[in-house]
Nanobody, 124 residues
Framework: QVQLVESGGGLVQAGGSLRLSCAAS????????MGWFRQAPGKEREFVAV????????YYADSVKGRFTISRDNAKNTMYLQMNSLKPEDTAVYYC?????????????????WGQGTQVTVSS
């Protein structure tokens, strides 16, 4: 099992930026890729981005492409999500998750371990 702890959420005005972090511990060698998901009140959990630990390849949801950047620091077992040009519709609890290789990284059901989440609120 991989333990995941998110940090960096908060309240920001529209157009602002935040950087989320996700620190991994435990059986990190079993993790192939790490993803960010988000869930707004009354909505289903939504894929945001994913990154491979090995080669750093990335994939983004269309809704955040060009505004969000996912990255990782293998030495620190930490993943990041730089969020720029934030919009009120980005307001949600953001979760990081760890997974083995998957055919579809946008599907949350394939992920093995999850963090507790961090709240991001974007005011208009």
């Amino acid at each position: 099992q991989v333990q995941l702890v998110e940090s960096g959420g908060g309240l920001v005005q529209a157009g602002g930026s935040l950087r989320l972090s996700c620190a991994a511990s435990g059986r990190t060698f079993s993790s192939y890729a790490m993803g960010w998901f988000r869930q707004a009140p009354g909505k289903e959990r939504e894929f945001v981005a994913v990154i491979s630990w090995s080669d750093g390849s990335t994939y983004y949801a269309d809704s955040v492409k060009g505004r969000f950047t996912i990255s990782r620091d293998n030495a620190k077992n930490t993943m990041y999500l730089q969020m720029n040009s934030l919009k009120p519709e980005d307001t949600a609890v953001y979760y990081c998750a760890s997974t083995h290789p998957l055919p579809d990284y946008s599907n949350s059901y394939g992920y093995d371990d999850w963090g507790q989440g961090t709240q991001v609120t974007v005011s208009s």
